[in-house]
């Protein structure tokens, strides 16, 4: 698999894609005897994969992880689906950010900062600082450099504990293994798994088994596909969600076109009140928001627009 097959393989149908997609859940389901299930997550791309599942497999059991930082459209919409099983991480979302730090840039670059921050001396820190001379390209941004010196944490160990590790214990005591609604095109990082992978379908690869039926497909892709068969997607993506997952996540705050701040401050100011005090070292995730913002000139949506331009011009002294 190399990156020239990818494109050919994204460059097909729609109902390429389809009868592609099913093929793989069917050799997976096949390969595990039935020992597998959909994460479902009441997200487009994961209601794409159990519409596609049940195609074949009508029975196939389904599970939810209620991170504590769902949509309350998201979890109304999951409880419209017969055989899903619920799970929840053992801690929450503001014990999680006090202990380990806030979500904040992406996955990739929270996880370097906090590196550097825990052991600067590290290999990983010293190789992302620059001081060992190394072809390895996690390196933090420069933009952000400012956080390894800020008093709080940051890290990206909410996917791990909100949601991972309560998936593969479910994992573990049911003896089952994921079919998951991820895509090549999401990111740099799922692209080269995918051609690493060489297939939709990883086996037992460091003991466990997962699909991935619609790598190969693309955002406009799951669209059509929920337009031409007329698929029930959660009503969040009526009023404006662009993207589902922890309502605060940190990852892509940063960018102008993200709207997620704003739109749960619109529909759920309660909740935008709590998550925005919660904290770490003593410094409230507000704080932390507010900081990352105004490096790209950006507000908080209930804060004054003057406010990003003073802080980004500390930062830049």
């Known amino acids: 698999m190399d990156i020239n097959e990818l494109k050919e393989r994204q460059a097909w149908s729609l109902d390429q894609k389809i009868d592609h997609s099913i093929g793989v859940i069917e050799d997976f389901y096949s390969r595990l005897n039935g020992k597998c299930y959909v994460s479902f997550s009441g997200g487009k791309d994961s209601t794409i994969v159990l519409w596609l599942a049940r195609k074949v497999f009508p029975n196939i059991k389904g599970c939810f992880c209620n991170t504590g930082n769902e949509y309350p459209d998201i979890v109304r919409f999951v409880r419209t689906f017969d055989n899903i099983d619920w799970i929840s991480p053992k801690l929450k979302p503001k014990e999680v950010l006090e202990k380990y730090g806030f979500p904040l840039i992406s996955k990739e670059q929270s996880s370097i900062i906090g590196d550097i921050k825990r052991n600067p001396n590290s290999i990983r820190s010293m190789r992302a600082l620059g001081l060992i001379s190394s072809s390895y390209s996690g390196k933090y941004s420069k933009k952000y450099e400012y956080l390894i010196t800020e008093p709080y944490m940051v890290d990206n160990k909410c996917c791990l ?157």
């Open 161 to 317: 504990k909100l949601k991972k590790e309560p998936s593969h214990k479910y994992e573990k005591d049911n003896g089952v293994y994921p079919i998951l609604g991820t895509m090549a095109s999401e990111s740099n990082q799922r692209k080269t798994d995918y051609i690493k992978g060489g297939s939709c379908n990883i086996f037992n690869k460091n003991g466990r088994s997962k699909s991935m039926p619609l790598s190969i497909w693309t955002e406009n892709d799951v669209w059509d596909c929920i337009k031409k068969y007329n698929i029930n997607i959660c009503s969040i993506y009526n009023i404006g969600a662009k993207r589902t997952g922890c309502m605060f996540c940190g990852y892509g705050c940063q960018f102008k076109d993200d709207n997620r701040l704003e739109l749960v401050r619109n529909l759920y100011p309660k909740w935008y009140d709590i998550f925005m005090n919660y904290t770490n070292n003593g410094v409230t995730y507000r704080e932390a928001l507010r900081k990352v913002l105004s490096v790209n000139h950006i507000s908080l949506p209930d804060e004054d627009k003057q406010l990003k331009l003073d802080l980004f011009d500390d930062l830049i002294k």
